[in-house]
C-alpha cells in the first residue's frame, strides 16, 4: 500500500483549539493514518494510503466544519499569503470600527445616562459592534460547542451577548421592572468594550503570526530563478532552473548566485559561503571544489556540474528544516484559554444552579431574582479582566524591552525567556564583531618608518582579490597610505600577490608563498608570526627581493563587552555555549577571551539544531543566539530565537526577539524583562480570579438569606469595570521597573 505525507496550508482558523478540530477531524478520514495541524504556521500534514483517499476528500472533509485546505500545489503559497493578508485586513478594519462605536456608548454609559434616548442611542451604536464585529466570537464559541468545549471566545460571545439581550431587554420594556420597584440597568458599553479589548489582542496576535512565513520567502529567494546551462559546443543558454539536471555544465558569472549544488569543472573564484558556515571570509574555489545552492560568488567566473538539484540542494534541505522547526512546537495555548475551558462551564453552571434555587426557593418574586441573579453572575463573570490580564502586561513589556534595544515579536518568546537554562551563541557577528580587520603588525627593523614599503604593500593589497586583502588595504589607507604604480602584477593562486616596483620584486602573502621564492623570515619575525598564529590570528607576510620586511596580523576581533555578558549570564545559573563553523583553534582561542566553557567548532547549520534538540531532549529550556542564515534552523528550533540587530533579514525573520544594538548584554536584560512581565501576568489573572471567586457568589444572591442582599447588577458592571481598571494599573507599573 503506497503511503503519502503531504503538506497543506490550512485558512479560517482563529484560535489553537480550530487546529485541535482540523487535525481531529482529519484523522477521522478513512485511509488516513495519521494527521498534525501547527496553528502557529497554519498548516497541516496528512499521511494516508494514496488509493484510499485523494486530497480532494481531505479538503471537504475539513469544509465540513467550516475550514479549508489548499491542495493547488502550484500556487499553494500564494493562496495561503492571500488568505492571511485578507484575514488580517478584516481583523484590522473589525478592531477599527468596534473601537470607533464602543467610545461613545462608554461615554454616554459613565457620564450621560440620564440623557434623552441614551439606552436606544446604546443600544444602536452597540448592536453591529456586539453582533456584526463580533460575529466570530460567535462563531467560534458555536465551534467549540459542537466539539464539547470551550475557549476565551466562548466567554466572550455568552457574556456580551447576555449582557446585550438582557440590555435590550431592559430598553425595549423597562415597564417589567419598575412594577417590581426595580430600576431597569442596561450594559449596553460593557457588551460593546469587551469586544473591542478581545479584537486588538486578536489583531495582535494576528500580526506576528503573519511574520512567521517571510523567512521561508526570503530563504527561497537566495536561489536564483535561470542559470546559464552550458551546451556541448561551448554557448551557453538561459534556462529556468527548474529545468537544471544532474550533470548539467552550469557557468556562473561575478556577483551570481550559485544555483544548485555541484562540483567546480573549470576556472577559480573566491565565493562567500556564509549563509551555510556564518564565517565572513569567502572561500577560494578550484577545480574539484564543491559548491552550494545560494552561495554568492566573488570576483572570478567558473563552471561546475550540477549533483544536487531541486529539493537535494543543501538550501533545500535548510529551508525544509526551518519549516519543519518552526511547525514541530506545539502552538502555546494561552494561559487564558487553558483557564476559560474551565471557568466558562464553572460560569454557566453557576448562573443556571442560580436560576433554579431562586425558582424553588425565591417566595414571591421567585422569577424576577431568578433571572435578575443569574444575569448578574454572566455579567461579573465577563472576561474584561481576564481577557486584559495578558495582553496589558505583554504590551507593555514589548515597549518596555524597545526602549532598552530589544524587539519582541510574539507574546510566547517573552513568556518562556524567564525559564531559559541553556544559551547557545553563535561566533561570528554574535560574540565577534563579524568582519576581518589588522590587529598587529610587526615590522624587521622598528627604527624605519617604512613610509615607501607600506605605500607598495597599499598597491599590492589593493589589487589583489583575495578577501583578507581588503582589511590590508583599508587599514593602510585610514593610517594614510598612498599606493604607488606597480608593475608585472600577478595574483597566485593559495599563495598571495607579487609585482614589480622600483627594480625590486615585492611579495604579500602566506608562508608559502616566501618559500617559493626562497625567502626565509629572520627568528624575530618568525617567532612573532608563530605567536599570532597560536591567538588564531591569520598572518599575511610582507617582502622585498629576498628579505621578509613585515607579518601583519587578520582577525574577526571579539566586541568589548561580550565576556561581561558572558560573565553575567553564566553568574545568573545559566549555561553557555559557543557553536561556529570556524576551526578548533579559532574557536578555543574566542571561547576563552569571552569566558565560554563549552564550544563546539567546525559545526554545520543542521549540526546547530541538532544539538539545540540535543539540549532540549535533556530538559533545558535553550535560547539560541545569532546573526546569519546559517543560524536560522538552530533559531527557529530553539525555545526562545534572539537575532542580533545588524544580522541577516533571514535570521531576524525567523526569531522571536532582535537585540537592535550588537551589545550582549541586552540578553540578560531581556531574561530579567521576561521575568517582571511573567510575574505581572500572574499577578493580574490573581486579581481577576480574586474578584470572580468573591463577586460570583455574592451576585448569585449567597448573602440573601443572612442579610437580605442582592447584588445590583449596575454595582456588578462597575466592580467589572475596576477589576480591568486594577489589572491595567498593574500592567503599567512594569513601565517603571528597572532591567
Not at 122 to 143: C, E, H, W
Not at 697 to 724: E, K, R, T
Amino acid at each position: 500500500m503506497s503511503l503519502i505525507k503531504e503538506s497543506f496550508p490550512v485558512l479560517e482558523m482563529t484560535c489553537a483549539a480550530c487546529a485541535i478540530s482540523v487535525e481531529s477531524t482529519l484523522k477521522a478520514v478513512d485511509g488516513v493514518q495519521d494527521a498534525g495541524v501547527n496553528f502557529a504556521n497554519q498548516s497541516a500534514w496528512v499521511a494516508y494510503h494514496a488509493h484510499a483517499v485523494t486530497p480532494e476528500k481531505l479538503r471537504d472533509a475539513v469544509r465540513a466544519i467550516g475550514y479549508d485546505i489548499v491542495i493547488d500545489k502550484e500556487n499553494q503559497d500564494e493562496v495561503k499569503e492571500a488568505a492571511q493578508q485578507k484575514h488580517y485586513r478584516h481583523i484590522l478594519q473589525r478592531t477599527i470600527w468596534a473601537s470607533v462605536l464602543s467610545v461613545p456608548v462608554v461615554i454616554i454609559g459613565m457620564f450621560f445616562m440620564d440623557m434623552p434616548y441614551a439606552n436606544w442611542i446604546m443600544m444602536a451604536l452597540s448592536t453591529p459592534v456586539v453582533f456584526f464585529l463580533g460575529r466570530s466570537f460567535f462563531v467560534n464559541a458555536f465551534k467549540q460547542a459542537r466539539h464539547g468545549k470551550a475557549n476565551m471566545d466562548t466567554l466572550v460571545a455568552l457574556s456580551t451577548g447576555i449582557a446585550w439581550l438582557f440590555s435590550a431587554f431592559n430598553t425595549l420594556y423597562p415597564e417589567f421592572w419598575h412594577q417590581r420597584g426595580l430600576h431597569a440597568h442596561v450594559y449596553f458599553e460593557a457588551a460593546a468594550v469587551v469586544i473591542a479589548f478581545i479584537s486588538l489582542g486578536k489583531l495582535l496576535e494576528e500580526k506576528a503570526k503573519s511574520n512567521t512565513s517571510s523567512a521561508i520567502k526570503k530563504l527561497i529567494g537566495l536561489q536564483p530563478k535561470t542559470v546559464l546551462l552550458v551546451n556541448g559546443d561551448g554557448s551557453t543558454k538561459e534556462i529556468p532552473i527548474s529545468q537544471v539536471k544532474v550533470a548539467d555544465i552550469i557557468l556562473v558569472k561575478p556577483g551570481e548566485k550559485i544555483p544548485v549544488d555541484g562540483q567546480v569543472s573549470t576556472g577559480t573564484s573566491y565565493v562567500d559561503e556564509s549563509m551555510i558556515t556564518g564565517e565572513p571570509l569567502p572561500v577560494l574555489k578550484t577545480a574539484g571544489a564543491p559548491v552550494f545552492a545560494g552561495t554568492i560568488n566573488q570576483k572570478g567566473s567558473f563552471r561546475f556540474k550540477a549533483e544536487k538539484v531541486g529539493a537535494d540542494t543543501l538550501l533545500a534541505q535548510i529551508i525544509r528544516m526551518v519549516q519543519e522547526a518552526q511547525g514541530s512546537k506545539a502552538p502555546v495555548q494561552q494561559l487564558v484559554d487553558k483557564i476559560a475551558g474551565i471557568f466558562v462551564p464553572v460560569v454557566i453552571g453557576i448562573a443556571i444552579l442560580t436560576f433554579i434555587c431562586w425558582m424553588i426557593f425565591g417566595g414571591d418574586n421567585a422569577f424576577t431574582h431568578a433571572l435578575l441573579t443569574s444575569v448578574t453572575v454572566l455579567v461579573i463573570a465577563c472576561p474584561c479582566a481576564l481577557g486584559l490580564a495578558t495582553p496589558t502586561a505583554i504590551m507593555v513589556g514589548v515597549g518596555k524591552g524597545a526602549e532598552n534595544n530589544i524587539l519582541i515579536k510574539d507574546a510566547e518568546s517573552l513568556e518562556l525567556a524567564h525559564q531559559v537554562d541553556a544559551i547557545i551563541l553563535d561566533k561570528t557577528g554574535t560574540i565577534t564583531e563579524g568582519k576581518p580587520v589588522v590587529s598587529d603588525e610587526q615590522w624587521a627593523d622598528n627604527a624605519n618608518d617604512y613610509t615607501q614599503e607600506r605605500a607598495v604593500l597599499y598597491a599590492l593589497e589593493e589589487q589583489s582579490e583575495h578577501p583578507l586583502a581588503a582589511a590590508v588595504a583599508a587599514w593602510l589607507k585610514t593610517n594614510g597610505s598612498k599606493a604607488v604604480q606597480l608593475s608585472d602584477f600577478r595574483s597566485i593562486t593559495g599563495q598571495g600577490v607579487s609585482a614589480r616596483y622600483d627594480g625590486r620584486s615585492w611579495f604579500a602573502g602566506n608562508i608559502e608563498l616566501l618559500r617559493a621564492n626562497g625567502i626565509v623570515p629572520d627568528a624575530a619575525l618568525s617567532a612573532r608570526a608563530a605567536e599570532l598564529q597560536a591567538a588564531a590570528k591569520t598572518v599575511i607576510y610582507f617582502a622585498a627581493d629576498k628579505k621578509a620586511l613585515a607579518v601583519i596580523a587578520i582577525t574577526d576581533q571579539i566586541k568589548s563587552t561580550s565576556a561581561a555578558a558572558v560573565q553575567s549570564l553564566q553568574a545568573s545559573g545559566i549555561d553557555v555555549y559557543m557553536l561556529t563553523g570556524d576551526n578548533e583553534q579559532t574557536a578555543a582561542a574566542i571561547a576563552k577571551k569571552a569566558g565560554i566553557r563549552h564550544y563546539k567548532a567546525g559545526m554545520m547549520p543542521s549540526g546547530k539544531a541538532d544539538f539545540v534538540k540535543t539540549l532540549q531532549q535533556q530538559g533545558k529550556v535553550v535560547a539560541m543566539v545569532g546573526d546569519g542564515i546559517n543560524d536560522s534552523h538552530a533559531l527557529a528550533q530553539a525555545d526562545v530565537s534572539i537575532a542580533m540587530g545588524k544580522g541577516s533579514d533571514i535570521a531576524i525573520d525567523v526569531a522571536k526577539m532582535t537585540l537592535i544594538t550588537s551589545d550582549l548584554n541586552s540578553i540578560p536584560k531581556a531574561l530579567k524583562l521576561s521575568r517582571k512581565t511573567v510575574r505581572t501576568i500572574k499577578q493580574n489573572l490573581f486579581w481577576a480570579f480574586i474578584y470572580n471567586i468573591i463577586g460570583i457568589p455574592v451576585a448569585a444572591g449567597i448573602l440573601y438569606p443572612f442579610n437580605g442582599f442582592l447584588l445590583d447588577p449596575m454595582i456588578a458592571g462597575a466592580a467589572m469595570a475596576l477589576s480591568s481598571v486594577s489589572v491595567v494599573s498593574n500592567s503599567l507599573r512594569l513601565k517603571a521597573a528597572k532591567i
